[in-house]
């Protein structure tokens, strides 16, 4: 899912830099999911996608089905990872593109428009000096996600349940239901370390410069 809302959070901040006008009503469309609670984008979602939600109920006035389907179920694990997928994506893709649009602020116009003078092409003003300039933001967003990532509970279990099991819903199952705490400590102190390991290797690998930063 990380990959997929960087890319998108990628490409939705750059299309607000390029706004002349509009800019601040699309960035503010575009991060409403930052003022829904996990739960309730999880209850949105299963309003669209199950047996009698809208989804079904589209398909079938358009008469793409001839019977209600199931979308959520253990029976279809891969219909309920994309509905997951799609969730997650739209709920959090808006933090990252918080992080990448303050970036891009810090970025100094003179760089790509001294390139374009030197005949660069966009494509090449963006991978040459927007990506590396935007190391330290893509860096922070990625570990912020992927921390985030690790801790989804509210929406895999509004739409699945325990049909999709995650590390922090056991914990909350050894915990809530199995009454053994030292099971629930031991996923939370797992989720933790993946996190920590996580960070390091976003540090490692996305090297920030102070030296060339603008």
Known sequence: MV????????????????????????????????GISDLAAGLV??????N?????????????ISRQTSWLSYETPVALFVAIVLAETWRATAIVLVVLVA??????????????VFGAGRWTR?????LPLLRPSLQ????????????VFAVVY?????????????????????QDYGVAAAYAVLVMAISLLATVCYLVTIKVDPERLP
């Open 52 to 64: 009698t939600g809208f989804l079904n109920s589209a398909l079938f006035e358009l008469g793409l």
């Open 45 to 50: 979602w299963l309003a669209i996608l199950q």
């Open 140 to 151: 922070s967003a990625l570990i912020l996600r992927t921390v985030l990532a690790f801790e």
């Open 3 to 34: 990959p997929i809302q960087l890319a998108l959070a990628l490409w939705m901040a750059t299309l607000v830099g390029r706004l002349a006008r509009g800019r601040d009503l699309v960035l503010w469309i575009w991060t409403i999911p930052l």
């Open 158 to 178: 509004a739409l699945g349940g325990r049909n999709f099991p995650v590390l922090v819903g056991e914990a909350f199952n050894w915990q809530s239901n199995n």
């Open 126 to 130: 963006f991978v040459k000096i927007t």
């Open 103 to 116: 970036g891009f602020q810090l970025i100094p116009k003179e760089f790509g428009e001294a390139a374009e």
